[in-house]
C-alpha cells in the first residue's frame, strides 16, 4: 500500500476540487510520478467507497531523451553555431563535437555558417550571421513547459521525425469523491473477529470487500449417486401413486418362474443361451409349488383357460433350470400368485425398481444388468383405457404429458403397448417404456379370480438417467469404470423439471 | 423383432397408393408394425463394405419394416400388403382352400421311416401348382422361407423347409434318417457330389450353413428325403438337393417341412402356402399331400384350418374400455383378418380365425385386435378405481435411509456390478473360490460375468482404480445385495442386502473406517457394548493386514469385518495407497 501520507495529501487534494480530476492533474500537483498516484488511487479504491476513479487515457507529447537534451543545452545546429569563434574553425575539428555532423548540416541549411573549402590548413568553418533564434529549442520547451498545444501539428510531427518528441499514451484516472469519503485512512480488516464481536470495535473498523467472483471452497461431503438419486425418484412417484413395494432381493431365479408361470414358452429365443445367463452352481431349483406347476404344465402343452395353448412336449427339467432373472417379471409372477393364494382376493398395486441380467452384446447403451422399473395393478375389471390412464398419470410426474401407444407383442401380455412419448428436441415420438395386459394363460393357472384383470408396464433405470443426466457412454453411469468427478457434479433430481 | 425389408414402390403399388414416408409410418403405428428404416441396397453396402463396393449397387428405396414377433403372416410382401389392404378395408381376407389333385389324380405322398424318430420324427408337405414367378415373387418366396427359418422356425432347430421343383421329380417320397456316409448328393449350388459326412466339413466355413450344422452333427443319423428314384430332396435342416431346385420358371412347387415340433411345422406350411398361393393359376388354392407315418397314420397337409370362437361384445368392451356395439366389433375384426359375424343371440359374435392367424390362441388375442382396428389412441383414457395403500420394502426402507446418512458422513455412493470375475471375488480378496458359496454362471461370454459378486468390496476397489487421478483421499460406499448359495431356498441361493465403504489415501485410516461403523451404529440405534450393543474384536482374515483386522459383533451375532487391506489385495486391484474397509450385511438390523 502506498504511504498514508500521501493518500491523506491525495485526498485533501480531493476534497478541494470539485467534480473530481485527473490523476495525471494530482501528479503534477503534488510533484511525484504519476505511476505512484496510480498506486494510491488502487489502494484508496480497496478501502470501498472512499473515492471512486474511472479509468480513462489520454495521448499527450513528450520530450526523447534527446529532445530533453535539446531543451537544457540548445539544438546541434545552436551548438555548432556558437562553437564557432569569428575567426572560423576547422571543419575536421567541428565535426569532432559530438553534435558536428547533425548541427553542422542543420546550421549549413539555415544558412547560419558558410564553408571555406580553400581555406589554407584545410576546409575551414565561419560563422554568416551575428546572433541566431534557436527555434527548435524554444519549441522543445514549450513541449516541456506542457504547452504543446501551441504548436502546430506539422511542427510537433517535424520534431517527432526528428525523434525529438514522441506521442505517448497515458492511462489515468478520473478520481472523484467516493459514497464514504473522508480525508483520513482507516486500516481496513480482512475478517471480523471473536474479539471485535465482544469489543464492539467492529463498529468503528473498514473491512476489505471480499471478491465476489470467485468460486467458494467446495464442502467436505459425500455423494449419492446419480442412477440411485433418480431410483429414489421413480421410487417416490410410485410411493404417491399407492403401489407397494415387491421384494426383488432375490437375482437368481427359476425359469419356472422366470418364463414358464409367464406363458413364456421353453422354444422362445429369450431362453437361449445367447439371451439369458444360466447357473451352473446351483444349477436346478427344487420345491414347486405342485399343483400349479401341473397346471402351467397343462396350459403351455395342451391349453385350457379358454386356450389353444402352444402345443409342445412341456419338460420340467426345462423350467428347473436356474438363471440370473432377466426381468422383475418373474418376482411380479411370484406376487400374483401369493395373491391368488389368498383366501379372498384383494386388488393390489406393485411396484419395483431392481437389477436384471442379459447375456447380450454390450455396446455404449447397453450392459449386462440393467435396473427395471416395473408397475403392476391387479384388479376386478381393469381395461386397457385404465392402462393408458394409469401411464399418463405416471409419466405426468416424469414430466412426460404426450403420449401415445402402439401395438406390440410380448409373450405374456395381450394386449401389448409400446408408450411413446414426444421428444420436444428431437421432434419426434421416441418410445419410453412397454406395458400390456397379463394373458389369462399366465394368470388363471395361478389361481386368481376370472374377472380379475392385472395390468403392468415397465422401463429401464438407466435411459431416463442418461437423458437427465447428459451421459452417453452407459459405463460412464454404471459400473466401476463411472466418473467420479461426474458423481460429485450431479445436480439433485427432479423428474419433473 | 423380425425386420422386413420391401421395395417401397412395389409395396405401394401392391396396396394401390403411393404414401408419403410420414403417411405409411403412422399407417404401421396404428397397426402395429414400425417403419424402422428408409434405405436402399446401395446405401446399404456403402455403410457396411464401403462406398466403393456399392457403386452401381440398386438405389430402389427400401422399406425396413418392422414385425411383431408372433405375427409369422407378415413375413413378406404378399403377406404386408393383404394384411394392410384388408385392415384399410380395401380387400376381403381372402379364404384359403385345400383342394385334390385336379384331375382326379392321387396326391402326392411323403412316407415317413421310423429312423427319423431318434432325430427329426416330424414331417408335413404340400404342393403349390400353376404357379407364376416373376424375379421379385421368386425372391420374396425365397426371403420368406429365410425369415420363417429365423422366427417361427428357430433357427431351423424347430422346423426346417424344402421347396421343390416337381416337375423334376417323382413320388412318393421318403423321408427317413440315413448314416452321414450313406447319404450322398449334389447339394444346392454345388458343381459335384458330396456324402453328408463331406458336406458337414464343408459347409464348416461357410457363413450361413454353418449355423446349422449343430443341430444334426453329433447324430448318428442324418434326415434325408428320397423320391421314389432315389434322387435327394434335402438333408433337412442344411441343405436341399440341387437337382430339384426351384426356378423362375418352375410350375409346380413340392414344399416339405421336417420338424421336430409337429405344431409349428403346421404353422410353417400353412405360412408358406398361404402366402404364395396367390400366385397359383387359382388363386388361394393349395394341392394337399399325404403324410403317412411310420405306424401307417395318414394325414392330409396343409391342415388350413379355420376355427371359430364366440364371445360377447361384453367382453370385448369391457376388457377394452370402449362401448361399441356387437355389428362394429365385428366390423373390427373382419378388418384384422378375423372374418366376424354377430351371431343373433344376445350380443354375441363368432369370429373365425384363419390359418394366417396361428399368433391367435385366446380370447385376449381377438379382443387385442379389436382394440388395434378401434385404435388404441381412440380409446378414452380413465383412471382404475383401485384403492390400496403404499407399503415400502422395509429392507430397501432401511438402505434408502442408511444411504442418505452415509453420504452426510463423507462417502460417496458407487455403484458395481453384481457380476463379476471368478478372480475378483476370490484370488484378488485371497479367498480360495470354494469358501465364497459364490453362485456361478454357466454361459458367460467373458470373464467379468462368471459369477454373482459374494462382497461389494472388489466393486470398490476396481471403481478407486478407475478413479485414481480423483484427489485424496477417496472414501467410497455401496449398500446392495451380493448372492450367496443357500440350500433352504427353492433356487439354492438367495441375495443378501450389505454395506460396504473403503477409505483410500496415504495413510491407512483405520480410524476413518472404525468411525463409520460407530456412526453407522448410532444411526441404528445400536449402542456400544458387549451384550445388547456391538462390539469390535481382532479377527484373522486373508483380505486383510494380519493384526489389522476386527470382527463386527452386534448383539452377540457377527455382521462383518473391518481394517486394513491386506498389501497384496492392494496391488491385485492396481492400486497404490494403503486402504481401509468394512463390509457388513444390514439384514440383522430390519
Request: with cysteine.
Amino acid at each position: 500500500m502506498a504511504d498514508t501520507g500521501l493518500l491523506e495529501s491525495l485526498l485533501r487534494l480531493l476534497e478541494k476540487v470539485d467534480g473530481g480530476t485527473d490523476s495525471q492533474d494530482v501528479a503534477a500537483d503534488l510533484g511525484v510520478d504519476h505511476q505512484v498516484i496510480v498506486g494510491a488511487v488502487k489502494s484508496l479504491q480497496a478501502l470501498g467507497e472512499v473515492i471512486s476513479a474511472e479509468q480513462k487515457s489520454s495521448k499527450h507529447w513528450e520530450l526523447t531523451g534527446e529532445g530533453r537534451e535539446i531543451a537544457e543545452q540548445g539544438s546541434h545546429e545552436a551548438r555548432v553555431f556558437n562553437a564557432i569563434p569569428d575567426e572560423g574553425l576547422p571543419q575536421n575539428q567541428l565535426m569532432k563535437m559530438p553534435s558536428g555532423k547533425v548541427g553542422f548540416s542543420k546550421a549549413m541549411s539555415n544558412k547560419w555558417i558558410r564553408l571555406d573549402k580553400a581555406h589554407e590548413g584545410g576546409p575551414r568553418v565561419f560563422k554568416t550571421v551575428e546572433t541566431i533564434e534557436d527555434a527548435v529549442r524554444d519549441k522543445l520547451q514549450l513541449v516541456q513547459k506542457g504547452q504543446s498545444a501551441k504548436l502546430e501539428d506539422k511542427e510537433k510531427n517535424e520534431l517527432k521525425k526528428r525523434k525529438l518528441l514522441s506521442e505517448v499514451t497515458v492511462k489515468s484516472y478520473w478520481i472523484t469523491k467516493g459514497s464514504s469519503f473522508s480525508t483520513t485512512i482507516t486500516k481496513q480488516e480482512t475478517e471480523l473477529t471473536p474479539e471485535m464481536i465482544a469489543s464492539g470495535s467492529w463498529k468503528e473498523k473498514k473491512f476489505k470487500p471480499y471478491n465476489f467472483e470467485a468460486m467458494g471452497v467446495a464442502p467436505d461431503c459425500g455423494h449419492l449417486h446419480p442412477l440411485m438419486k433418480v431410483r429414489t425418484q421413480f421410487r417416490q412417484i410410485f410411493l404417491e401413486m399407492g403401489f407397494t413395494e415387491m421384494p426383488t432381493n432375490n437375482f437368481i431365479e427359476s425359469s419356472f418362474w422366470n418364463f414358464d408361470s409367464l406363458f413364456q414358452p421353453q422354444q422362445h429365443p429369450a431362453r437361449d443361451q445367447h439371451d439369458t445367463f444360466f447357473i451352473s452352481d446351483p444349477a436346478l431349483a427344487q420345491q414347486f409349488p405342485q399343483d400349479y406347476l401341473e397346471r402351467v404344465k397343462k396350459v403351455h402343452s395342451e391349453g385350457g383357460y379358454g386356450s389353444q395353448g402352444y402345443k409342445y412336449d412341456w419338460k420340467i427339467e426345462e423350467a428347473q433350470k436356474n438363471l440370473l432373472r432377466t426381468h422383475t417379471t418373474a418376482v411380479s409372477a411370484r406376487m400374483l400368485y401369493k395373491l391368488a393364494q389368498q383366501e379372498k382376493f384383494t386388488p393390489v398395486k406393485y411396484f419395483s425398481i431392481d437389477r436384471v441380467f442379459r447375456n447380450e452384446t454390450l455396446d455404449a447403451t447397453h450392459l449386462a444388468e440393467f435396473h427395471q422399473i416395473e408397475g403392476v395393478v391387479a384388479d376386478y375389471g381393469l381395461t386397457l383405457g385404465n392402462l393408458m390412464g394409469i401411464l399418463h398419470q405416471f409419466f405426468t410426474k416424469l414430466g412426460i404429458t404426450k403420449l401415445r401407444f402402439k401395438p406390440a407383442y410380448n409373450p405374456y401380455t395381450e394386449p401389448s403397448m409400446e408408450v411413446f412419448s414426444y421428444h420436444e428436441g428431437l421432434k419426434k415420438w421416441v418410445e419410453v417404456g412397454n406395458s400390456g395386459v397379463f394373458r389369462p394363460e399366465m394368470l388363471l393357472p395361478m389361481g386368481l379370480p376370472e374377472g380379475v384383470s392385472v395390468i403392468a408396464w415397465g422401463l429401464s433405470l438407466e435411459r431416463p438417467t442418461m437423458i437427465k443426466y447428459g451421459i452417453n457412454n452407459i459405463r460412464e453411469l454404471v459400473g466401476h469404470k463411472v466418473n467420479l468427478q461426474m458423481v460429485y457434479d450431479s445436480p439433485i433430481c427432479r423428474l419433473d423439471s | 423383432m423380425p425386420t422386413v425389408s420391401v421395395k417401397r414402390d412395389l409395396l405401394f403399388e401392391a396396396l394401390g397408393q403411393k404414401y408419403t414416408d410420414e403417411e405409411f409410418d403412422e399407417l404401421c403405428f396404428e397397426f402395429g408394425l414400425e417403419l424402422d428404416e428408409i434405405t436402399s441396397e446401395k446405401e446399404i453396402l456403402s455403410r457396411e463394405q464401403g462406398d466403393e463396393k456399392a457403386e452401381g449397387a440398386s438405389d430402389v428405396v427400401l422399406y425396413k419394416i418392422d414385425v411383431p414377433a408372433n405375427r409369422y403372416d407378415l413375413l413378406c410382401l404378399e403377406g404386408l400388403v393383404r394384411g394392410l389392404q384388408v385392415f384399410k378395408e380395401k380387400l376381403e381376407a381372402p379364404r384359403y382352400r385345400r383342394v385334390s389333385p385336379a384331375d382326379g389324380g392321387e396326391p402326392q405322398r411323403l412316407l415317413i421311416t421310423e429312423e427319423t424318430a431318434s432325430v427329426r420324427p416330424h414331417a408335413v408337405a404340400a404342393v403349390l401348382r400353376n404357379i407364376s414367378f416373376t424375379q421379385e415373387r421368386y425372391e420374396s418366396f425365397i426371403e420368406l422361407q429365410e425369415k420363417l427359418h429365423q422366427n417361427v422356425c428357430r433357427k431351423r432347430t424347430l422346423v426346417a423347409i424344402g421347396t421343390h421343383d416337381l416337375d423334376t421329380i417323382s413320388g412318393p417320397f421318403t423321408y427317413t434318417a440315413k448314416p452321414p456316409g450313406e447319404i450322398r448328393f449334389k447339394p444346392l449350388n454345388q458343381s459335384k457330389e458330396y456324402t453328408a459326412a463331406e458336406l458337414m466339413s464343408l459347409y464348416k466355413t461357410d457363413s450361413h450353413l454353418r449355423h446349422y450344422l449343430h443341430i444334426i452333427e453329433n447324430e448318428p443319423l442324418y434326415p434325408v428325403i428320397y423320391d421314389s428314384n432315389g434322387v435327394v430332396l434335402s438333408m433337412p435342416p442344411i441343405i436341399n438337393g440341387d437337382h430339384s431346385k426351384i426356378s423362375l420358371k418352375t410350375k409346380n412347387i413340392f414344399i416339405e417341412c421336417t420338424a421336430t415340433d409337429l405344431t409349428k411345422a403346421k404353422i410353417t406350411l400353412d405360412m408358406v402356402v398361404t402366402l404364395f398361393s396367390e400366385y397359383c393359376n387359382e388363386p388361394f388354392t393349395v394341392e394337399e399331400a399325404e403324410v403317412v407315418y411310420p405306424d401307417g397314420k395318414l394325414c392330409l397337409y396343409p391342415e388350413l384350418a379355420y376355427r371359430t370362437e364366440t364371445l360377447s361384445g361384453d367382453f370385448i368392451n369391457k376388457r377394452v374400455g370402449i362401448n361399441e356395439s356387437a355389428e362394429s366389433i365385428a366390423q373390427l375384426l373382419t378388418r384384422m383378418c378375423l372374418r366376424s359375424e354377430v351371431s343373433g343371440e344376445g350380443d354375441l359374435i363368432q369370429v373365425e380365425i384363419p390359418p394366417t392367424r396361428a399368433d391367435v390362441i385366446h380370447a385376449c388375442d381377438i379382443m387385442e385386435d379389436a382394440a388395434i382396428a378401434y385404435g388404441f389412441n381412440n380409446i378414452v383414457r380413465s383412471t382404475p378405481r383401485t384403492y390400496t395403500v403404499a407399503n415400502q420394502l422395509p429392507l430397501n426402507k432401511l438402505s434408502e435411509l442408511l444411504r442418505q446418512d452415509l453420504a452426510a458422513a463423507g462417502f460417496t455412493e458407487a455403484l458395481t456390478f453384481a457380476l463379476c470375475s471368478q478372480e475378483d471375488i476370490a484370488d484378488k480378496l485371497r479367498k480360495n473360490i470354494t469358501e465364497t458359496r459364490a453362485v456361478h454362471i454357466s454361459n458367460p461370454k467373458t470373464a467379468e460375468f462368471q459369477v454373482a459378486r459374494t462382497s461389494l468390496l472388489p466393486g470398490l476397489l476396481k471403481t478407486i482404480a478407475a478413479n485414481r487421478k480423483m484427489p485424496l483421499p477417496l472414501k467410497l460406499f455401496e449398500i446392495s445385495d451380493v448372492v450367496l448359495k443357500d440350500e433352504t431356498k427353492d433356487v439354492g441361493a438367495r441375495n443378501n442386502r450389505r454395506l460396504c465403504a473403503v477409505y483410500y489415501n496415504k495413510s491407512p485410516g483405520f480410524e476413518v473406517i472404525h468411525g463409520l461403523l460407530d456412526r453407522v451404529m448410532q444411526l441404528l440405534d445400536v449402542k456400544p457394548g458387549r451384550d445388547q450393543g456391538y462390539h469390535i474384536q481382532a479377527a484373522e482374515d486373508s483380505t486383510f493386514f494380519p493384526g489389522r483386522c476386527a470382527e463386527i459383533f452386534s448383539c452377540g451375532k457377527s455382521i462383518g469385518h473391518l481394517g486394513v487391506l491386506h498389501p497384496d489385495v492392494i496391488s491385485r486391484f492396481e492400486l497404490t495407497m494403503p486402504c481401509s474397509a468394512i463390509d457388513i450385511d444390514i439384514e440383522p438390523f430390519l
